[in-house]
């Protein structure tokens, strides 16, 4: 394996200036989501998907397809040939790169990742809201906001780009693929920064619905706190000593059949998973959820039986247009019976 040297070159953050990605990882960007002092991308949006992008480290590494094999050891080498061929992979200044083209670190390449294999979510997502800067969307269980591990196409970005037709889409906050409801899409790159700051400084109301196992006897606590760090063995988010960095505030809406209830989650942070660790911590999991407290086996995706979690409503005043803001989702948690989940 060629020896790598060198200080670590990163791509630019897709939506952040001030962070930076690994040399050793590789971002999906688009033309709009760069700073303004990273040169624009040099291959355009395919099928709604930007190209992926890597930072180049020195190393002596022979040639650009070496690097890409080293890189990329699950990517055959045919695979990199045929899109060089291609004309899929070019350098940061829109020169192709070729299978013979000597290695030249301290830039960046851009390349069209492609997951043939990519596994379809027979759901669809809903537009509640479109004006000149801001689009609301409800987002069904299973598909992911954005482009990620073995999703690309099947995304909820992905998607809205290609029916929408706006390029410049981004997403403004997250939410897990397990979970159902809103999400909030920047439309304009000169608007963008102010709905973002709307997140960071926590001026969003938030509220959330689940459906949670309700033993007899269940209390319900008014508000949880505590702090979570990610379990990267597992890839989950665990509670651990040390002062709270998350806080949730808890409302009962009405208990039901089959010892489940119905909850409102207003989380006053967002850490990843926060609101699905929280239940579990007070005993009170929320149906039908793989991973906390138990992290089951991974097996085929049950589409019958969705995580029972919502993201209801959104409240914020809007930055732009100084209207106050309310939006709710239009879908509902599934019943769960007794035995599901």
């Known amino acids: 394996m060629p020896a790598r ?70 990517v055959s080498r045919e695979t990199w040939i045929a899109r060089m061929a291609g004309g899929e992979v070019a350098d940061e200044h829109g020169g192709l790169v070729t299978e013979d083209r000597p290695y030249q670190p301290h830039q960046r390449a851009y390349y069209y990742r492609s997951l043939p294999d990519e596994p379809p979510v027979p759901f669809s997502e809903t537009v509640l809201f479109r004006d000149a800067h801001l689009l609301v969307v409800d987002k069904p269980h299973f598909l992911p906001v954005a482009p990620t591990g073995k999703y690309l196409q099947q995304t909820l970005l992905v998607r809205l780009k290609r029916s929408l037709g706006i390029e410049t889409l981004v997403p403004i906050h997250r939410l897990d693929r397990s979970t159902a409801g809103l999400v909030l899409f920047s439309v304009q790159t000169e608007t963008r920064g102010a709905y973002q700051t709307l997140f960071s ?109 919502l993201a209801r409503s959104l409240d914020f005043r809007d930055p732009v247009t100084g209207e106050q803001r309310h939006f709710d989702s239009s879908l509902s948690l599934a019943p769960v019976s007794s035995s599901g989940g």
């Open 5 to 74: 040297s060198g200080k670590p070159f990163a791509c630019a953050h897709p939506t952040r200036r001030s962070r930076t990605r690994s040399t050793l990882q590789s971002v999906s960007l688009s033309p709009a989501r760069l700073p303004p002092d990273v040169t624009p991308i040099p291959l355009p949006t395919r099928d709604g998907v930007g190209p992926s992008c890597v930072g180049l480290p020195a190393g002596h590494w022979p040639t650009f397809l070496d690097f890409f094999l080293d890189r990329f050891p699950a």
């Open 201 to 309: 400084r926590r001026e969003v109301r938030k509220s959330y619905e689940a459906i949670v196992h309700w033993p007899p006897g269940s209390v319900l606590p008014a508000v949880r706190q505590s702090c979570l760090v990610r379990d990267e063995a597992f890839m989950r988010t665990r509670e651990a000593p040390g002062a709270p960095n998350s806080e949730t505030y808890f409302e009962l809406i009405e208990t039901m059949g089959g010892h489940r209830a119905r909850l409102r989650l207003s989380p006053v942070t967002g850490r990843q998973h926060q609101l699905r660790v929280h239940c579990a911590a007070i005993g009170l999991p929320i149906v039908n959820d793989p991973m906390y407290p138990v992290l089951l086996p991974e097996g085929e995706e049950d589409h019958a039986h969705p995580l029972q979690l």
